[in-house]
């Protein structure tokens, strides 16, 4: 253990003082036929659950591991509330949880008459919490669970939405503990997307009949959906779509989406076939170079810079601290701006979200903000120091009039200005 120590230790210093370094293979990980799903509070803590009935968990960013145990074979999604409590939805249909780091293991939800696959879990907090299991699939009404004290879980859904999403939590993303999006993957076409504002007690069909690989919001507006070889975006939550080319050379499905923390410009999608990734909030794609990470399925970001990826088949586990090679110190690199910049928002008109994307150069206090004609402040976007780069802001304008407005980028003592039109 005490080599593994230093061996990792020598590893990450020799990533942090490289702009080359991408990602990097984890050694020192346990065994298993199959590494299913990852979760991560920060970047010493990160849960694995693997194939057959082990968790492999860490405190100190990958250096040791401890393995646990739990109740059955395949654990498909995980969320945490805390480093002692976490969530597993099972491959048999039943739902657990632990308040002791894995010791012990109490049943959340158990009916496998009616999930025979649990999908998705995800926990808002120590009592909010979202999950979903197949149901029959001749009836195809998935199940969707809700709880509001973290112990006791409901059963919200009875409606038939096309069938389940059969492969693990690809095909359902939730924002928080009311907002959630939901792609069929069974039934009879068109399979239209579906959207709750409720936590699941009500679905509506969206007017968008594309199946997805894989779905994933960044928040209540932004969100991708990804139907290879096409990626869809939209920026007023799943009204309205724009459809862009995925990565070339990648035919299979796509397994996860990541959104960069802080960093809605940058994002990371695994496949069968590798990485591809994203730096202008995903209207141009590109496979990722690094060829030692074969069959990546799930990835998790803790931060802008550190993230995790678990590659199912091969067991292998792979860590970055610079974003997978993303963010340097190498003067022109795509994430570091030579210069303030506020491009025009899109679209615009606007009714009633927009989208605001600015760049700025060095380390400072920014501040975004829209003014009316008469140069009264109406909105405060950005008000914060940031790192250098790229960044994506989505503005509401659902509570001003119709009119034209001004948005401000404060930044180093400059100040960049843009005309926008709102237009109901």
Not at 104 to 118: D, M, P, V
Not at 170 to 185: C, E, L, Q, R, T
Not at 293 to 311: C, D, L
């Amino acid at each position: 253990k005490f080599i593994n120590k230093i061996l990792l230790y020598l590893l990450l210093i020799a990533l942090s003082n490289t702009s080359l370094a991408q990602w990097v293979e984890i050694s020192n990980l346990p065994q298993a036929q199959q590494l299913n799903c990852i979760d991560a509070i920060d970047h010493d803590f990160v849960v694995i659950g693997a194939y057959p009935s082990k968790l492999f968990i860490t405190s100190d960013a990958g250096s040791t591991w401890t393995v646990k145990t739990h109740p059955y074979s395949s654990p498909m999604d995980l969320s945490f509330v805390d480093r002692n409590r976490f969530y597993i939805a099972f491959s048999n249909g039943i739902f657990m949880w632990t308040s002791d780091g894995g010791d012990h293991w109490l049943t959340a939800y158990s009916y496998q008459q009616k999930t025979t696959f649990g999908n998705y879990i995800e926990m808002f907090s120590s009592t909010d919490g979202i999950a979903m299991g197949d149901g029959d699939p001749f009836i195809r009404i998935p199940v969707f669970l809700k709880t509001i004290d973290g112990i006791n879980w409901v059963e919200t859904c009875s409606q038939p939405l096309g069938g389940g999403a059969s492969d693990g939590p690809s095909g359902i993303d939730f924002v928080d503990a009311n907002i959630g999006y939901y792609s069929p993957k069974g039934g009879p076409p068109p399979r239209k997307l579906c959207k709750t504002t409720d936590g699941g007690f009500s679905w509506t069909e969206m007017d968008f009949s594309v199946y997805a690989n894989v779905l994933k919001f960044y928040n209540k507006d932004f969100g991708l959906l990804i139907n290879v070889p096409n990626v869809h975006v939209t920026l007023d939550g799943g009204f309205n779509w724009e459809t862009y080319s995925f990565t070339k050379n990648i035919s299979y499905s796509a397994r996860d989406i990541e959104f960069v923390p802080g960093r809605p410009d940058i994002i990371w999608v695994t496949s069968a076939q590798g990485l591809s990734v994203s730096t202008d909030s995903g209207k141009t794609w590109n496979k990722h170079s690094d060829e030692l990470i074969k069959s990546a399925y799930e990835i998790v970001f803790t931060n802008s810079n550190v993230g995790w990826i678990i590659s199912s088949s091969s067991g292998k586990l792979f860590f970055t601290n610079n974003c997978g090679g993303l963010i340097t110190n190498v003067k022109g690199n795509i994430n570091i701006p030579e210069h303030l910049t506020l491009f025009q928002n899109y679209p615009n008109p606007f009714n009633p979200t927009t989208t605001i994307q600015f760049t700025i150069p060095v380390r400072g206090n920014v501040k975004l903000k829209v003014f009316d004609l008469l140069g009264n402040e109406v909105a405060t976007l950005v008000n914060e120091i940031k790192e250098p780069g790229s960044y994506n802001v989505i503005f509401d304008g659902s509570k001003l009039s119709s009119g034209v407005y001004f948005c401000s980028l404060f930044s180093t003592g400059m100040v960049k200005t843009r005309k926008i039109i709102l237009l109901k």
